[in-house]
């Protein structure tokens, strides 16, 4: 792979340079020679919606970034019912370290690129760089603090919070060069509605009914059936907790 030379004369291979994603991923936590070596073996992949990227207990091969678009995680119960139980957005980590068997099934909801490693290669690094066993261990605790806080979600949250909720998570994650400090966001739901409603526990009625109820009160317009634009990101947060529709 071709390498270049940046200001501090350590060499970063022109791959990482140009990725959005690397200070914000797990790469973030590697020195230059670390990142030459890991992308030694790295691969990038653009892959379609719609597309299995490993399924439960399937053997672990390899890791993978997010580098744009988003990957649906599910459970299987034993008579075939699914469970959407997350999503995964840039610059998050698609795999589970140390786990020869995959634990969930992962799936593109979207066009989705990623850059793919070895198992044999990540496993090896984390035990050579702490800082990235490290940014590994953050990010786990990041996931289990929001797979946490979606639990009050499913289990507490009115219908409309529920949907508020996951156009909020979607507007803060889907684009991470988004500003959403700026206020407004424009974003393609990643999922179906059918998906939505598997997620939130809800049914598809009741989701359409609530994205009307948002777009009727302003929160959202709805450009087309999956163009979303959101003109004030506080305002739907608000909502995502209260309820309230109205401006405060």
């Given at each position: 792979?071709?390498?270049?030379?940046?200001?501090?004369?350590?060499v970063?291979?022109v791959?990482?340079?140009?990725?959005?994603?690397?200070?914000?991923?797990?790469?973030?936590?590697?020195?230059?020679?670390q990142?030459?070596?890991?992308?030694?073996?790295?691969?990038r992949?653009?892959?379609?919606?719609?597309?299995?990227?490993?399924?439960?207990?399937?053997?672990?091969?390899?890791?993978?970034?997010?580098?744009?678009?988003?990957?649906?995680l599910?459970?299987?119960?034993?008579?075939?019912?699914?469970?959407i139980?997350?999503?995964?957005f840039?610059?998050?980590?698609?795999?589970?370290?140390?786990?020869?068997?995959?634990?969930?099934?992962?799936e593109t909801?979207?066009?989705?690129?990623?850059?793919?490693?070895?198992?044999?290669?990540?496993?090896?690094?984390m035990?050579?760089?702490?800082?990235?066993?490290?940014?590994?261990?953050?990010?786990?605790?990041?996931?289990?603090?929001?797979?946490?806080?979606?639990?009050v979600?499913?289990?507490?949250?009115?219908?409309?919070?529920?949907?508020?909720?996951?156009?909020?998570?979607?507007?803060?994650?889907?684009?991470?060069?988004?500003?959403?400090?700026?206020?407004?966001?424009?974003?393609?739901?990643?999922?179906?509605?059918?998906?939505?409603?598997?997620?939130?526990?809800?049914?598809?009625?009741?989701?359409?009914?609530?994205?009307?109820?948002?777009?009727?009160?302003?929160?959202?317009?709805?450009?087309?059936?999956?163009?979303?634009?959101?003109?004030?990101?506080?305002?739907?947060?608000r909502?995502?907790?209260?309820?309230?529709?109205?401006?405060?």
């Open positions: 792979m071709t390498i270049q030379q940046d200001v501090h004369s350590a970063i291979p791959l990482c340079q140009s990725c959005d994603v690397r200070h914000g991923g797990v790469c973030g936590a590697l020195e230059p020679n990142l030459v070596d890991l992308a030694k073996t790295s691969s992949h653009s892959i379609p919606a719609g597309t299995a990227l490993v399924g439960d207990a399937e053997a672990v091969e390899s890791y993978s970034n997010v580098l744009s678009g988003v990957v649906k599910t459970k299987t119960l034993s008579d075939g019912r699914q469970q139980v997350g999503l995964q840039p610059p998050d980590f698609l795999g589970r370290p140390f786990k020869s068997e995959s634990v969930i099934n992962a909801a979207t066009d989705v690129s990623l850059c793919s490693f070895p198992k044999a290669a990540i496993e090896r690094m035990r050579e760089a702490p800082a990235l066993e490290h940014r590994l261990f953050k990010q786990t605790l990041m996931a289990l603090d929001e797979a946490r806080d979606w639990m979600t499913l289990g507490r949250k009115t219908a409309i919070e529920k949907v508020a909720s996951f156009l909020f998570l979607i507007a803060r994650n889907i684009d991470p060069a988004t500003d959403t400090s700026k206020g407004s966001v424009t974003f393609d739901l990643p999922l179906t509605r059918a998906d939505i409603a598997d997620f939130l526990g809800l049914t598809v009625e009741t989701i359409s009914r609530q994205l009307t109820k948002l777009r009727d009160d302003g929160v959202i317009r709805i450009a087309n059936n999956r163009r979303v634009v959101v003109d004030s990101v506080s305002r739907l947060q909502c995502s907790v209260s309820g309230e529709l109205t401006d405060a």
